[in-house]
T-cell receptor, first 116, second 114 residues
Framework: GAGVSQSPRYKVAKRGQDVALRCDPI?????LFWYQQALGQGPEFLTY????????KSGLPSDRFFAERPEGSVSTLKIQRTQQEDSAVYLC??????????????FGEGSRLTVL | DQQVKQNSPSLSVQEGRISILNCDYT??????FLWYKKYPAEGPTFLIS?????DKNEDGRFTVFLNKSAKHLSLHIVPSQPGDSAVYFC?????????????FGPGTRLSVLP
């Protein structure tokens, strides 16, 4: 597709459920980022992939959060045993360059997760 | 501790006037800065960038100014249009070996009044 695609757009989960959020980056983009955006806040970095390699996962808030990009294209962010504080918009972004990446990030529309 | 700050949560400007959005950062390792614009229910979209070797970058109605010594940058929109009403995020990135992560500020909501 032309842009970054995320699914589902909206997800309501009961506390304790596992959720999986999918990101389809722009074709050929080397870099992929996941961000978490709480209401009224800016995006907060979660993790970064260069192709299939997860080079930085320092932003993942707990071991309940797990991300993968096994073939270097589509990525999945999984949250196990969801908690209310996980409620946020999860943004995926991709970028063309994998070296010293000063390029812009192309964001998807986000997946809004609400944990009841 | 927020490394990128946007101290004005909101700003209202009359159509045709200048909008000035400010951003301050604390980390001296940041050397590349971007502004993103976000409409409701959409992802942020890139607006303009500046690297630390410059102090100004212009693109149409949008100009970004960087003051490295003050660790401050600003986005000027001239003239402002109602379609510019959105949330604007400042983002910063460090030097090569500092990681690929972009750090975002909390955003400023701009309202351009007709």
């Amino acid at each position: 597709g032309a842009g970054v695609s995320q699914s589902p757009r909206y997800k309501v989960a009961k506390r304790g459920q596992d959720v999986a959020l999918r990101c389809d980056p722009i074709s050929g983009h080397v870099s992929l980022f996941w961000y978490q955006q709480a209401l009224g806040q800016g995006p907060e970095f979660l993790t970064y992939f260069q192709n299939e390699a997860q080079l930085d996962k320092s932003g993942l808030p707990s071991d309940r959060f797990f991300a993968e990009r096994p073939e270097g294209s589509v990525s999945t962010l999984k949250i196990q045993r969801t908690q209310q504080e996980d409620s946020a918009v999860y943004l995926c972004a991709s970028s063309a360059r994998g070296d010293r990446n000063t390029g812009e990030l192309f964001f998807g529309e986000g997946s809004r997760l609400t944990v009841l | 501790d927020q490394q990128v700050k946007q101290n004005s949560p909101s700003l209202s400007v009359q159509e045709g006037r200048i909008s000035i959005l400010n951003c301050d950062y604390t980390n001296s390792m940041f050397d590349y800065f971007l502004w993103y614009k976000k409409y409701p229910a959409e992802g942020p979209t890139f607006l303009i960038s500046i690297s630390s070797i410059k102090d100004k970058n212009e693109d149409g109605r949008f100009t970004v100014f960087l003051n490295k010594s003050a660790k401050h940058l600003s986005l000027h929109i001239v003239p402002s249009q109602p379609g510019d009403s959105a949330v604007y995020f400042c983002a910063a990135k460090g030097a090569y070996n500092y990681g690929q992560n972009f750090v975002f500020g909390p955003g400023t909501r701009l309202s351009v009044l007709p």
